[in-house]
């Protein structure tokens, strides 16, 4: 394909931790369920209700397969948000005679951070554990955290602004063996990277079409069997009943269409992403001044996030809307004129977490493009700074993480 959502005139597009471009093969598979195949899956006595029926069956299997797991185990939400919700609410509400503990990470998604606040108004405990300068989480310090009445530990997969892939595996290897659920959101990582929740132990998980070249308006739930939810919207008892509402069926073929054609091209794409990223990196990264967040390697290979000294956070995302569009942080938070909270959670000074870039990049980015964007950023920089000296406090995070790895 030689699509680019770049038109002439625009700004290039490098935000896809926001939100990706829909496939124009997603899109050609989603027309149907628009038009002529438009029926309400729930309507089972005529070929319409069948047809879309069918069209849900097939793409719920498509997720099951993806993550290693049973069709059944899938619930259709309307996005990612709506999935940490169920997750983490469904949850604290079916097991409240078993605890009220829950854990989570400081850096995680406001999704989950608003909930787990949510649910502290409600009476609930909640454990908010740190992260080091690489944005990884001490395994030692989540055992710790675990007490007799924790019910649930929710850690992302993949950071949404620093990329950074928490150590799944070892995290569902120990809430397995002290009996305590595990959710990830994995609205970041599903089709950039290989999710099994038979090997990573995780008992749900949290998805969405929109960072994998999908529609937006769509996600899923997946629920192992064994786990109790307390619905959180009820109605005509849609999903089995753990989640109420009409199916929006060509966001479903979408979602599914959208996963396929990412997983059958995760291998080339990440490498390919990966070159890239490191170009920008090694173009940005030759200025002072200019440090990497979270770890070198252990990241998403689309990502990557800087902080730039000695210039205004605020600025720096002015000029920037001329050269490239990209992100100052967390995109679901970018109108809140406050540093990340993800940045500072690594240790970054308030003034270097305000001066950050989030790079996205995506499949339909060219080298071009990032040659570009490395070298008017650089330019960027160099006129906000003018004569400004970078005090020496900031500069003594320099040398840390400031290599990165293709991972």
């Known amino acids: 394909m030689n699509y680019s959502p770049t038109t002439k005139g625009r700004p290039i597009y490098l935000d896809c931790h926001a939100t990706t471009p829909l496939d124009e093969r997603v899109l050609a598979a989603m027309i149907p369920y628009f038009t002529y195949r438009f029926g309400n899956c729930a309507s089972g006595g005529h070929v319409y209700g069948w047809e879309a029926a069918a069209a849900v069956d097939r793409a719920r299997a498509v997720l099951a397969a993806a993550i290693n797991a049973a069709p059944e185990e899938i619930i259709f939400t309307s996005g990612a948000t709506e999935a940490n919700n169920l997750a983490l609410k469904g949850v604290a509400e079916a097991y409240l005679d078993h605890g009220r503990h829950l854990v989570t990470v400081q850096t995680e998604h406001q999704a989950v951070l608003q909930t787990c606040r949510c649910l502290e108004a409600a009476g609930l405990a909640v454990t908010y554990l740190p992260v080091g300068p690489d944005g990884l989480i001490d395994l030692t310090e989540l ?37 305590v659920l595990f959710h990830t959101d994995a609205a970041q990582a599903l089709g950039k990277v290989p999710l099994d929740v038979e ?28 786990v109790r939810l307390a619905p959180q919207i009820h109605g005509g008892g849609q999903e089995d009943g753990w989640r109420s509402g009409t199916l929006a069926v060509p966001l479903i073929v979408g979602f599914a269409e959208a996963l396929e054609w990412a997983l059958e091209e995760l291998p080339q794409t990440n490498q390919y992403l990966g070159g890239l ?52 942080g967390s995109a679901c938070s970018s109108k809140q004129i406050k540093p ?19 790079f996205g990049l995506g499949r339909f980015n060219t080298e071009a493009q990032i040659d570009e964007v490395g070298q008017k950023t650089l330019a960027v920089i160099r006129n906000l700074r003018g004569e ?3 005090s020496s406090g900031e500069n003594a995070y320099e040398n840390n993480y400031g290599t990165m790895v293709v991972g």
């Open 199 to 226: 090997n990573l132990s995780v008992d749900l998980m949290s998805l969405t079409a929109h960072k994998v070249y999908g529609p937006k308006g769509v996600g899923a739930l997946y629920r192992r069997r064994r």
């Open 388 to 390: 400004s000296v970078i």
């Open 277 to 328: 990223r490191d170009k920008l990196w090694q173009t940005l990264g030759s200025l002072p001044g200019v440090y990497l967040n979270g770890h070198p390697h252990q990241r998403l290979a689309g990502n990557l996030n800087i902080s730039v000294a000695g210039v205004d956070g605020a600025s720096l995302l002015l000029a920037m809307q001329k050269v490239a569009a990209v992100s100052g």
């Open 143 to 179: 055992e710790q955290a675990l007490r007799p009445d924790t019910i649930l530990v929710s850690v992302m997969a993949a950071n949404n602004e620093i990329g950074v892939l928490q150590p799944l595996a070892q995290i569902g290897a120990l809430c397995r063996e002290r009996g």
């Open 340 to 358: 990340s909270h993800v940045l500072t959670a690594l240790g970054r000074s308030p003034a270097l977490a305000a001066a950050s870039l989030r």
